[in-house]
């Protein structure tokens, strides 16, 4: 008896060299596969190298973006009134201009005169600070002063003498005026031509998604423009409101001092906390500890004032955020993009927040659930079979 049939196999009448070889399974990898991966990786590191180098150009977007869904709103009501869109555009620019001009004719020349002063007495405010008994305390226990010299040396490095600071500022000034030029152009062209191509993408999405993104576009428009005009309303009565307040207290530069409480409230927490801080601390400088301590009740009484009775009716349903997700936004997006970050934070988590909330209605149609209320209470009204089913499948 052979070795082959000891061990019970059957003899296949072939020799070994004659046997059909072992089939090997095909590798699922194929070379389609690898290189659409690599051309995948390839993008977008290409997509992060490109955003990474065109930092100016993504901002100086986003704020002619914005810009324009705050002034499109008067374009579209001018429209509505059968006056066509490029006419209703340079309306609404032209007025823009004209509010500017007669804002800058009225308030301009009294705020840089009393910003040139404020500047020039500032080593002598800074002198009666520091020999006020707060100062004093506060540099006996927390060394404040050591810390504003830390600061202001960390700040200051690059303010030498000489011809390079010139051409720095420059500079500086020739790029800030570039970027407001090309922030106008793109306001204006997003104001003529943004709309049709909007409409145009949408016309080349399936039918049975079009209503749900016509949807979310309109929702992010609503939330966004609501929220910048609200910002302004909110940031022009809160200077207006100090401005009043610091006269009536003979505070002087109460002009410089109101604008820059208004301009706080476009950066929210922060703003709000650093210019209070500053116009507190000038009260104390001229005008001593009792106006000082009035400056602060006034600020806190102000703050509350605004977030319980003033954003709740400016903003109405526009932005509809919870306090906590604004204030992670707040810290994350200031974090990643510093003031700019914490300007955008509101606008962005509410776009967000719009999108997720989408997603959540498509996932309860896709499972056959109801479009509000609980999810769990379709076990509560009889409907069990269908929510298993559907969950399921």
Not at 179 to 206: C, D, H, K, Q, S
Not at 344 to 371: D, F, M, N, S, W
Request: hydrophobic residues 55%; aromatic residues 6%; glycine residues 8%.
């Amino acid at each position: 008896m052979g070795v082959d049939e000891a061990k019970g196999d059957k003899p296949t009448g072939k020799s070994l060299n004659e046997r059909e070889p072992v089939q090997v399974p095909r590798s699922q990898v194929t070379v389609k596969t690898a290189v659409t991966l690599a051309a995948v990786l390839l993008g977008a590191a290409a997509f992060g190298w490109i955003v990474a180098h065109s930092t100016v150009t993504i901002v100086l977007t986003i704020i002619a973006a914005m810009l324009a869904m705050v002034l499109n709103r008067a374009v579209d009501r001018l429209v509505a009134w059968r006056i066509p869109r490029t006419l209703a555009v340079g309306l609404v620019i032209l007025g823009l201009f004209a509010a500017l001009a007669g804002l800058v004719l009225l308030v301009a020349p009294t705020a840089v005169a009393q910003g040139k002063d404020l500047v020039d007495h500032a080593p002598d405010l800074w002198t009666r600070i520091q020999r006020t008994g707060a100062w004093q305390w506060g540099e006996q226990h927390l060394q404040i002063e050591e810390r504003v010299k830390d600061a202001v040396r960390a700040q200051g490095g690059v303010m030498t003498s000489g011809a390079r600071p010139l051409a720095h500022v420059v500079g500086r000034v020739f790029a800030g005026l570039a970027g407001l030029v090309t922030i106008a152009f793109l306001t204006v062209f997003m104001l003529l031509f943004g709309e049709p191509l909007v409409r145009a993408a949408l016309r080349e999405t399936l039918p049975v998604h079009r209503e749900r993104y016509q949807r979310v576009l309109g929702n992010i428009y609503s939330a966004i423009g609501g929220y910048l005009n609200g910002l302004g309303v909110i940031a022009t009565l809160n200077a207006t409101l100090m401005a009043i307040f610091l006269l009536i207290v003979r505070v002087p530069f109460f002009l410089p001092l109101g604008i820059l409480s208004g301009l706080g409230s476009f950066i929210p927490l922060v703003g709000a906390t650093v210019s209070g801080l500053m116009i507190v601390l000038v009260a104390l400088a001229t005008k001593g500890p009792v106006v000082a301590i009035a400056a602060l009740i006034y600020i806190v009484v102000y703050q509350q004032f605004e977030n319980h009775v003033v954003i709740p009716v400016v903003y109405k349903r526009t932005v509809q955020v919870n306090p906590l997700v604004t204030l992670l936004g707040i810290v994350f997006f200031a974090e990643l993009a510093g003031i700019l970050g914490a300007f955008l934070a509101v606008p962005l988590v509410a776009c967000l927040q719009i999108l997720l909330r989408e997603l959540l209605l498509a996932r309860r149609e896709r499972l056959g659930l109801p479009t509000e209320g609980d999810v769990a209470a379709v076990r509560r009204v009889g409907r069990p079979s269908l929510w298993r089913r559907q969950r399921h499948a």
